[in-house]
């Protein structure tokens, strides 16, 4: 059931053909809730994760106004970010790529543009466990990894979600494999479960107009941070929790 939630979470956090699927308290860890599917009447009452406790304090999610759409739960995920500058920049890529093939759908602002890591739970309502949300980032502070070099060298339509994207060339898809893998070992160290995404891309908007898989002029950044994000699915909003910047601790 929890591989359902980040599908259904997977336009909150980016978009994806095949996953969903941004300082610092260590503490131990407490159980998400799961979010089953789309509609809220489908969801369980909970589910229990292995290994977390059920009496948790609560995290307390941002207050936001759910004039855009109806909230239907919460993602917690992991995902790189383009410094502000790199961001206005592929975002005026998107901004030619979406006239060129004529696409509507409203592009998604420069500070919600990230390549999904790891999904990391869901959750139905706002009782979020906070030693899930420190768990997390206890692991997340030991991750060591270089800054990462990214090139999109091609965009297409991932027809489950209709998310238009940036798709990364083969050494930039190693690379994030990498950080990924590096992530993994100590996530589940503290009793998660993460989910990768296994198609390392970057999502510019919606749109029902399928765009074959083709290749553009080059986009070039360098990853350096990475951040725990809280998705509000269903109104768009995504709440930074931490941020950590790429360094590689042997050097």
Not at 24 to 47: C, G, N
């Amino acid at each position: 059931m929890q591989d359902l939630l980040l599908r259904r979470a997977g336009r909150e956090c980016g978009g994806t053909s095949d996953a969903p699927l941004v300082e610092e308290r260590p503490r131990s860890l407490s159980p998400s809730r799961l979010l089953a599917s789309r509609t809220v009447d489908a969801m369980p009452a909970q589910l229990s994760v292995p290994g977390l406790d059920t009496t948790a304090l609560p995290f307390r999610p941002d207050a936001v106004s759910t004039r855009r759409g109806e909230l239907l739960g919460y993602t917690l995920f992991l995902a790189l970010f383009p410094q502000p500058e790199d961001a206005l920049r592929i975002t005026r890529a998107a901004a030619d790529l979406r006239s060129r093939h004529g696409l509507v759908g409203p592009q998604l602002q420069p500070g919600r543009l990230h390549i999904t890591l790891h999904a990391i739970a869901g959750f139905i309502d706002t009782t979020i466990p906070l030693d899930v949300v420190d768990a997390t980032m206890a692991a997340a502070g030991r991750v060591a990894c270089p800054p990462l070099p990214i090139v999109f060298d091609r965009v297409l339509t991932f027809s489950d979600s209709n998310a238009f994207v940036l798709r990364c060339n083969a050494s930039s898809d190693a690379a994030i494999a990498r950080l990924r893998q590096s992530m993994a070992p100590a996530l589940r160290r503290v009793g998660l479960h993460p989910k990768a995404s296994r198609t390392p891309h970057m999502t510019m908007l919606y749109d029902r107009q399928p765009i074959a898989e083709h290749p553009i002029e080059p986009i070039c950044w360098t990853a350096t941070r990475f951040s725990l994000i809280l998705s509000h699915v269903g109104i768009g909003h995504h709440q930074r929790i931490g941020q950590w910047v790429l360094a590689d601790r042997a050097a």
